[in-house]
């Protein structure tokens, strides 16, 4: 069983940066992808990021590319995603999620484990 507990959103201006944390707990995450995943307001939840523990393959989304980084700290069993240039089109809930499959994709439904959710407001 593996806990995610996501830290570091908040408000900023559109154009500014956030960087959101994910940290594990419970087993070590060098096992799983890791990815991001946001839901705005009566939208459905939407794939942002991943990363494969092991060898360090990224992946993101059209939308957020060149703009977001996601990355890991073995040793700190946590994960991030820097977001910069930030948009008002990028406020959601942001959560964290754990998969152990080896083939993980973008849909959500392929993740086992998931943070509660941190947000992320940008204003124009």
């Known amino acids: 069983q593996v806990q995610l507990v996501e830290s570091g959103g908040g408000l900023v201006q559109a154009g500014g940066s956030l960087s959101l944390s994910c940290a594990g707990s419970?087993?070590?995450?060098?096992?799983?992808?890791m990815g991001w995943f946001r839901q705005a307001p009566g939208k459905e939840r939407e794939f942002v990021s991943r990363i494969t523990w092991r060898n360090d393959r990224t992946y993101y989304t059209d939308s957020v590319k060149g703009r977001f980084t996601i990355s890991k700290d073995n040793n700190k069993n946590t994960v991030y995603l820097q977001m910069n240039s930030l948009k008002p089109e990028d406020t959601a809930v942001y959560y964290c999620a754990a998969s152990t499959r080896p083939i993980v994709g973008t849909l959500a439904v392929n993740y086992d484990y998931w943070g509660q959710g941190t947000q992320v407001t940008v204003s124009s």
């Open positions: 419970g087993r070590t995450l060098t096992t799983y992808t």
